[in-house]
């Protein structure tokens, strides 16, 4: 079934400036799909959209929002009620890297804020309409960062195991009325925001890194089938081993000695 008939006209993409968030927009545009394209940066958000529009003759429509904002779900809404919103994309994030006491609390409390308050704030107001219509779409962005805790992002990790949860179960309690929820566990993706974080390119695990839209399609190809997706066979089969062949205990330590490596600088 095309996405349009299955969804309806109109998506949001809620982080869509760049990176992973304009691969969604592109690729739900070539489906034919209206969009609501939402970031802080007006004139990047601006240019994407009319870029979209004349190149797939599709309405679009922006909204400039801080995510992190209390209200910013409340915002956006204001700014569609007359608009048929049939999928919902969230995938801005905000990742505080760096010993804990060393990043401030009010950055600790954005990420929750960007990653975890706002998408369900968003989905709490946007997925009324949609089972009421039984029909729509949700799609929330994790990461692999989230199967274990992760230290030097041990915030951004829990927010992000938050989604996974949170999507597993909205998946159960709606796959029988007509609205499918899906995470995306993600491993490494080369957006403008990975690449300005690492601080060197490392041989292994710049080779697991993967496009944007090698994700976007994996995604929206598993939209509607299951609760969960790990783009990347890669991905998959490190997923596989720290979640099944480690012992939770080692996964923890594993992870802490490839971060402290990444963002700390010394292998304690
Ligand atoms: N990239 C990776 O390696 C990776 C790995 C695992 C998981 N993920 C997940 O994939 C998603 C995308 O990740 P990414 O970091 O690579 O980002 P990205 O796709 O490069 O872009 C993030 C988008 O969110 C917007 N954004 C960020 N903070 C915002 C805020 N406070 N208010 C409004 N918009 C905001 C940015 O636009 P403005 O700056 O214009 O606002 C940008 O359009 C995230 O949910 C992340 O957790 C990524």
């Known amino acids: 079934m095309s996405f349009q008939i299955k969804y309806g006209k109109w998506a949001i993409v809620a982080g869509a400036s760049q990176g992973l968030g304009a691969a969604y927009a592109e690729e739900l545009a070539s489906l034919g799909l209206n969009l609501v394209l939402v970031a802080r940066r007006a004139e990047l958000l601006q240019s994407l959209a009319s870029g979209l529009s004349t190149k797939y003759e599709i309405e679009t429509k922006t909204i400039v929002q801080d995510l992190s904002a209390p209200d910013a779900a409340e915002q956006i809404v204001r700014n569609i009620t007359d608009l048929d919103i049939g999928l919902l994309i969230y995938n801005s994030t905000f990742s505080a890297i760096g010993p804990f006491l060393e990043r401030s609390l009010d950055d600790h409390l954005n990420e929750i804020h960007t990653n975890a308050f706002t998408p369900l704030k968003l989905i709490y107001l ?20 989230a199967f274990q805790g992760s230290a030097y992002i041990s915030t951004y990790s829990a927010t992000k195991a938050f989604n996974i949860v949170l999507a597993e179960g909205l998946w159960e309690e709606w796959r029988e009325q007509g609205v499918d929820v899906l995470v995306c566990v993600s491993g490494a993706v ?79």
């Open 126 to 145: 946007i997925a009324q309409q949609m089972l009421a219509r039984k029909r729509g779409g949700i799609v929330l962005m994790s990461s692999l960062s």
């Open 190 to 268: 080369r957006t403008p925001n990975y690449i300005a974080s690492e601080p060197e390119p490392t041989g292994g695990l710049g080779d697991m890194t993967m496009n944007p839209e090698q994700v976007v399609r994996e995604v929206l190809n598993a939209l509607g089938k299951q609760p969960y997706v790990i783009p990347g066979r890669v991905n998959r089969l490190a997923s596989f081993v720290m979640r099944h062949l480690l012992s939770r205990k080692a996964a923890i330590q594993f992870m802490g000695r490839v971060l402290r490596g990444k963002y700390v600088g010394s292998h304690r």
